[in-house]
């Protein structure tokens, strides 16, 4: 037969048959499910059976009067009719349920992993028609996963899936969290990396993921390399190329930097007596997300380590140094009040507070000239510090201002005397709360 009168045969099949038939079948169905005939209100199990069973018999009635071709295209319609369409029904993770999950990663993730477990369960089943509900339960977990943004407050402020699921991933592998170790937490890992190939927004996950990790590294928050090794290993497959090279570097910075630090202390310890722990985490320029740093003072009791190690770095690695203060961590003990506390923050608190070694108080304008530093990264600091009652902010007259005041640099600044706590050891680092 010429190949131009089958290519005639088939168009008129496709015409007068194919496509007619396949809209018959959609409108059909539909009208059954409308009316109920086939409702997915009922037990999944037997929903899913009921589905297998119709499919079966469309199967073979299509293979015994209609060519071959129409087959599938048949199989998957129906399929993505009466699974994909009601899927509401049949998978409560969905947008209409996204309340009950909240903003807690754990729930989210758990509640997640539930659908997709449910989908590979469905697809043991019904392996006859496997392929057709294969690329349909992709696409119910597709939407499941990525419809379910969930507000953090008040239905205000939306936190996205690719955001949950790097917080849950940050909750797995973060200290001050019950561990979670062996083989439950191998397990938890291999679910992320399944759960990434649907997710639609992985670039945002990247950066969430990228920014709670050095968090993790920098203040010694992480329970260990080999986990973070052990998730990038499941993560990297379904990131941008390039991801898993950033990462590493930042797992390498980590573990070169321990070694420097121990050897300088080694080193520096020989002649020099500190008379307090210091330490120096040496990353990488660009390897990491962090703020632009911001130029500071540090008092010369501070200092002394701090040109010692630059001088040592310089000399060992001829590489440039550059602090990045708002990453620091110190612990400053008091002997200024009725107790003594140990108080643990930064580089800026240290700084802010030892202003008060040479006066009783000082205005804002005067403590950014004695710290060299702009109002910006010195703001949150010195709210902190004011918050807890360790400095006071007065007037004129020696009346006590708002803390929301202090913008204004003729505030005066003084140290309370009469500060008092239950805890012995105070966190000036824990996050501003109106």
């Known amino acids: 037969m010429p190949d131009e009168r089958v290519r005639t045969l088939s168009e008129v099949y496709k015409s007068t048959i ?67 369409n ?37 697809l043991e089943g019904v392996r006859q028609h496997q392929r057709f509900f294969s690329t349909t339960l992709d696409k119910v977990f597709w939407t499941t996963l990525n419809t379910n943004a ?26 001050g969290t019950t561990p979670v170790t062996g083989g439950a937490l191998e397990a938890s890992l291999s679910r992320v990396g399944k759960i990434l190939r649907y997710l639609e927004d992985r670039e945002a996950f990247q950066k969430h993921h990228r920014l709670l990790l050095s968090k993790r590294l920098l203040f010694g928050l992480s329970w260990g390399p080999e986990y973070e090794y052990s998730l990038l290993q499941k993560i990297k497959v379904w990131c941008s190329a390039g991801y898993d090279a950033k990462l590493q570097a930042m797992l390498q910075d980590v573990v070169a930097s321990r070694e420097v630090s121990e ?56 590489r440039k140094i550059t602090w990045n203060f708002p990453y620091s961590r110190c612990e400053i003990s008091t002997n200024c009040f009725s107790s003594n506390y140990i108080l643990q923050g ?41 918050r807890l009652g360790i400095l006071l902010a007065v007037n004129a007259t020696g009346q006590s201002v708002p803390d929301q005041l202090i913008i204004s ?22 996050p501003l709360r109106r």
């Open 263 to 318: 050897l300088f202390a080694a080193d520096y310890a020989r002649e020099h007596a500190l008379g307090y722990d210091f330490s120096v985490q040496a990353l990488r320029d660009g390897a990491w997300p962090l703020t632009k740093p911001s130029p500071l003072n540090i008092p010369i009791e501070l200092e002394r380590p701090l040109i010692a190690f630059r001088e040592y770095y310089q000399t060992k690695y001829s």
């Open 150 to 175: 969930v507000p953090k407050q008040a239905g205000t402020v939306v936190i996205s899936p690719a955001e949950l699921i790097a917080r849950y991933c940050d909750a797995l592998l973060k200290k």
């Open 346 to 386: 930064s580089a800026y608190h240290a700084a802010i507070l030892m202003c008060y070694e040479t006066g009783d108080d000082f205005t804002v304008d005067a403590i950014l000239t004695i710290l060299g530093c702009e109002q910006g990264p010195l703001t949150a600091p010195l709210l902190r510090l004011l």
């Open 18 to 84: 194919h496509t007619p038939f396949l809209a018959d079948s959609l409108r059909h169905y539909t009208a059954k499910i409308i009316k109920e005939r086939i409702s997915p209100n009922q037990a999944l199990d037997r929903y899913i059976l009921q589905v297998y069973v119709l499919l079966t018999a469309e199967e073979l009635r299509c293979t015994k009067y209609l060519h071959e071709s129409t087959r599938d295209p048949l199989m998957q319609l129906l399929v993505d009719l009466l699974i994909f």
């Open 409 to 430: 640099n003729t505030t005066a600044i003084k140290l309370n005397l009469a500060f008092k706590s239950s805890k012995q050891r105070i966190n000036l680092n824990a």
């Open 86 to 122: 009601p899927k509401a029904t049949l998978f409560p993770t969905t947008a209409r349920d996204k309340a009950q999950l909240g903003g807690d990663p754990k729930t989210f993730v758990t509640a997640i992993w539930e659908a997709f477990d449910r989908n590979q369960k469905i």
